[in-house]
């Protein structure tokens, strides 16, 4: 893996990995905890297995993404002895029986739902990426159990109709659809939603072509592709890749905790896990950049991506993007997710928000934190609202931490992700080819 050296320090020693290590499967372990505890456990419910959205706040909502996560952390908790092998096949068949008791338009999932009633909450969107996410922990344990799993799992995912959710005339994705108001917005960039175009196109029921994926691509080739160079040792760059649009990290992690990306390209020869390490560099290097601005950031001490921040939830970025914010808010689950990308500065960051007594409780690190300004009159409002620490845990943060953490470790997630035969129908569709 790719260690910035010059800037990140010393070699690590045998025993500093040995710890880095520990706190990476420690933070592993109570992310899966948070899902199995937090989550409606109650066995007569016809919503058993919907995922908190957040936990301890709101105690009503669930995320219909992290319901998604929370079903690919289960074959995680078997292959590790966190749970039994029949306990889990029994919370995977009874949580897909729960999403088919939702209520859905063609097919797809509303956002938010209350995770005790399968209401929709808050007017949430009818969400194409959160029922993308879903699906994927779907397929994931039904590859994983098989049997009656892999049949209600087939099911859910044949219900949803992907030509509907086409704006015709720009041949994209759009971003929502409210039935109050109809569809809005546009997954005009590359972000978070590759996983889509391979699930459409895999689809057995309502198959889309190439097209929108090469829609997509021409836009990006245009107007999203750049490099980072490091202010501090301007030596040390990036290579060329395609960015987001806000530069917020977990965008280059989300679909890649399920889609194996390593040694595949597509019809004009991209190659996705490639460019998520260039867009990991470029966040860990942008961070460093600032470290004499914000205490936050460090060597040991980076992530900037979406979660909540001091007063407010917001997708924080770095540079290379077309519009970034920051403030000095670090998401660790952004850094530990890193960890096939940038092994070494994800295993010392591990360790080092271990370290920090505010930032870690029952469920392993919380969502977020921020120490302020270095110099006050330079963010005199930050500086007025730190040191601030999160007091929650965020689902589908503590899922892709569990994920990219356990193909670290065994490649669980993209083995069985990546059997499924309509993923590789989809990938074939699409014009990825083995490198």
């Known amino acids: 893996m790719f260690g910035i050296l010059g800037l990140s320090g010393c070699q690590t020693s045998k025993d500093e990995f040995k710890k880095e290590k520990e706190a990476l499967q420690e933070e592993a372990r109570l992310s899966f905890l948070y899902f199995l505890e937090t989550s409606n456990n109650l066995e007569d419910s016809d919503y058993y297995g919907l995922a908190r959205d957040r936990y301890s706040g709101n105690t009503v909502i669930s995320s219909i993404a992290a319901t998604g996560f929370s079903l690919a952390s ?4 078997v292959e590790n002895g966190w749970i039994s092998k ?3 096949q029994k919370r995977a068949s009874k949580t897909l029986d729960s999403l088919s008791n939702l209520d859905r338009v063609n097919g797809f999932f509303y956002h938010f739902v209350n995770i005790h009633t399968g209401k929709r909450e808050w007017n949430s969107e009818v969400s194409i990426i959160d029922t993308g996410l879903l699906l994927a922990g779907a397929l994931t344990v039904a590859q994983y159990f098989k049997g009656e799993v892999y049949d209600k799992a087939m099911a859910i995912y044949d219900e949803v109709n ?3 959710y086409i704006n015709k005339q720009t ?9 109050e108001t109809g569809f809005g917005g546009a997954w005009d960039h590359v972000s978070e939603q590759l996983l889509l175009y391979v699930l459409a196109a895999g689809s057995r029921t309502y198959p889309t072509d190439d097209s929108l994926y090469k829609t997509v691509k021409q836009v990006v080739n245009r107007s999203y592709k750049g490099s980072y160079t490091s202010t501090l040792d301007p030596s040390i760059k990036t290579n060329e890749f395609i960015y987001s649009y806000d530069g917020s990290l977990f965008q280059h992690q989300f679909s890649h905790a399920f889609v194996d990306f390593r040694n595949l390209e597509d019809y004009e020869g991209t190659n996705w896990f490639d ?9 860990y290097l942008y961070t460093l950049d600032y470290s004499d601005r914000y205490k936050t950031y460090s060597s040991n001490s980076w992530g900037i991506s979406a979660g909540d921040g001091p007063g407010e939830y917001r997708a924080y970025g770095a540079m290379p993007a077309k519009s970034n914010a920051h403030n000095g808010t670090i998401m660790p689950y952004a850094a530990l997710s890193s960890i096939n990308y940038l092994e070494e500065e994800a295993l010392r960051a591990a360790y080092h928000f271990s370290q920090i007594e505010q930032l870690n409780g029952t469920y392993g690190l919380k969502d977020s934190y921020n120490l302020g300004p270095v110099d006050e009159a330079y963010n005199p409002t930050m500086a007025n609202r730190t040191p ?12 892709i931490t569990l994920l990219m953490i356990e193909n670290y470790n065994s490649e669980l997630i993209w083995t069985n992700f990546m059997s499924n035969k309509q993923v590789q129908n989809g990938l074939d569709v699409l014009g990825f080819t083995s490198n």
Do not use: L, R
């Open 162 to 164: 992907w030509p509907w």
């Open 74 to 77: 289960i074959p995680v908790g």
């Open 86 to 88: 029949e306990d889990a």
């Open 275 to 283: 460019n998520a390490i260039e867009a990991t560099k470029a966040n």
């Open 388 to 399: 601030w620490y999160a007091s929650d845990y965020i689902g589908i943060d503590k899922g």
């Open 171 to 179: 041949n994209m994705f759009y971003m929502g659809y409210k039935p």
